[in-house]
């Protein structure tokens, strides 16, 4: 499933502009109210400045010479036709409630348990979502999680926006399997701008799962991931949210990802990053309800000149809320990381409870792993931690595994995954096939 002159695709002229904004819309076959949206970030766009960041530089991704969209492909005749890259991924998760399938900027699978469906669960790409649902769509997508004006990359989203996935769990409904979205990309240069909405209403219960991934050469020009995640948890509701990519080592990755929680929700979001040239993320938890609990993890394994970026916002607005942050990373290589994480608490977030911390174990002499945790308190009667380690692999632990008669790389291999220990142990059971599924992918990149 490659891309080559036999498959005679006509592409969309290469950068962004206001007719492939209407090509893409008309394409879609979107009603009006859509194209305004669409009309509004691109004015956002062209207004805003590019965001400045100093540690994590995008300068070299060539803009103009990025393919804004790509047109539908057909759909999958069955799901054996995938490369064993996706089927690896997609074993991890086991039985599904229901799964998406996009390839590059569209979805070519979707299936949902009847079960499921009957008990009034919508789940659907983006795009059927707008035709099918609009209400809900036009109500929260990019409206109050993550608006159009948050910066100018979230508003380029806004814009061309294409493919995405929709996910709304009605009052106290429970759904005990995950929802499983996958987007590979195979097109070199191609600009995907997924987006990811997904509302619990009041008392629910659900898990979803967000997978990216590249399928071609490494070497191949660069490629762009611009996706926007916005997820609205109702009072009582419970989300169990993984976010994963393994992106190839040409692709740009800056994503906006935000969470709404209202009084007495439960988030539990798991980030895993391996891939991508440059990735960067805003991962912000926003407890607005009292009673809130969000825990928040994330896992991160760079090589080479990978750089991988996190700003994490743990904002505490209401009152007796908890939030507990664990992120932690391996570098290899030369890669770099950069983790910027604050805690906040606004002046009638009484009785907050919030923990923060930022692991980095250095693999390389080369490698640099830089952590800003950073407390924002205006409350007085609160819990707020946070702190942050950078260390290298302790040789005396080397030496007494290779005493044993365990060969180095598997000793520095234990030490690795002895590391990663807790974020592992925050994984559920039903998850247990995405923990094998990330030993794996420590033992791969120890071995290169």
């Given at each position: 499933m490659t891309y080559g002159p036999e498959t005679r695709i006509r592409l969309p002229e290469r950068g962004f502009s206001r007719k492939a904004l209407e090509t893409l819309s008309a394409?879609?076959?979107?009603?009006?109210?859509?194209?305004?949206?669409?009309?509004?970030?691109?004015?956002?766009?062209?207004?805003?400045?590019?965001?400045?960041?100093?540690?994590?530089?995008?300068?070299?991704?060539?803009?103009?010479?990025?393919?804004?969209?790509?047109?539908?492909q057909a759909a999958l005749d069955g799901l054996e036709a995938l490369p064993p890259k996706l089927h690896d991924a997609l074993a991890a998760y086991g039985k599904r409630a229901g799964l998406l399938l996009q390839r590059d900027s569209a979805s070519v699978h979707l299936d949902l348990a009847e079960?499921?469906?009957?008990?009034?669960?919508?789940?659907?790409?983006?795009?059927?979502?707008?035709?099918?649902?609009?209400?809900?769509?036009?109500?929260?997508?990019?409206?109050?999680?993550?608006?159009?004006?948050?910066?100018?990359?979230?508003?380029?989203?806004?814009?061309?926006?294409?493919?995405?996935?929709?996910?709304?769990v009605p009052k106290n409904v429970t759904v005990d399997l995950p929802f499983v979205s996958v987007l590979w990309q195979e097109m070199p240069q191609l600009a995907v701008f997924p987006p990811t909405l997904l509302v619990a209403d009041r008392g629910s219960q659900v898990t979803l799962v967000s997978d990216l991934l590249s399928m071609g050469c490494d070497g191949c020009p660069n490629t762009y991931v611009g996706g926007v995640t916005e997820l609205y948890l109702g009072a009582a509701a419970r989300v169990r949210f993984v976010s994963a990519q393994d992106l190839g080592k040409q692709v740009y990755d800056l994503r906006s990802q935000t969470a709404l929680l209202e009084r007495d929700s439960y988030l539990e979001w798991l980030t895993v990053a391996l891939g991508g040239r440059v990735s960067r993320s805003t991962q912000h938890s926003v407890l607005r309800g009292p009673g809130a609990e969000a825990v928040v993890t994330g896992l991160y394994l760079p090589d080479g000149r990978q750089h991988i970026a996190f700003d994490t916002?743990?904002?505490?607005?209401?009152?007796?809320c908890t939030s507990d942050l664990l992120y932690q990373g391996a570098l290899l290589g030369k890669s770099r990381s950069v983790y910027e994480g604050t805690i906040r608490a606004w002046p009638d977030a009484q009785k907050t409870n919030a923990y923060q911390s930022n692991r980095n174990l250095l693999l390389s002499k080369k490698a640099?792993?830089?952590?800003?945790?950073r407390l924002e308190i205006e409350a007085?009667?609160?819990?707020?931690?946070?702190?942050?380690?950078?260390?290298?692999?302790?040789?005396?632990?080397?030496?007494?595994?290779?005493?044993?008669?365990?060969?180095?790389?598997?000793?520095?291999?234990?030490?690795?995954?002895?590391?990663?220990?807790?974020?592992?142990?925050?994984?559920?059971?039903?998850?247990?096939?995405l923990r094998g599924r990330l030993v794996e992918a420590i033992a791969e990149k120890l071995w290169e």
């Open positions: 394409d879609r076959g979107e009603p009006k109210w859509v194209l305004e949206r669409r009309y509004e970030g691109w004015n956002h766009y062209q207004e805003l400045e590019a965001p400045f960041w100093r540690r994590t530089d995008v300068g070299k991704l060539k803009w103009e010479e990025l393919i804004p969209y790509a047109p539908p079960e499921v469906r009957s008990q009034g669960v919508i789940w659907t790409d983006m795009h059927t979502a707008v035709r099918d649902h609009p209400d809900l769509v036009a109500k929260f997508f990019m409206q109050e999680a993550v608006p159009v004006t948050t910066d100018k990359y979230a508003a380029l989203h806004a814009a061309f926006w294409s493919g995405g996935t929709f996910l709304y916002l743990q904002d505490h607005v209401a009152a007796g640099r792993a830089d952590s800003l945790p007085n009667d609160l819990r707020c931690t946070h702190g942050a380690t950078v260390s290298q692999v302790d040789d005396q632990q080397v030496f007494y595994l290779m005493s044993r008669g365990i060969p180095r790389a598997d000793a520095v291999r234990l030490i690795v995954e002895g590391f990663f220990q807790p974020s592992l142990d925050r994984l559920p059971k039903t998850l247990e096939g």
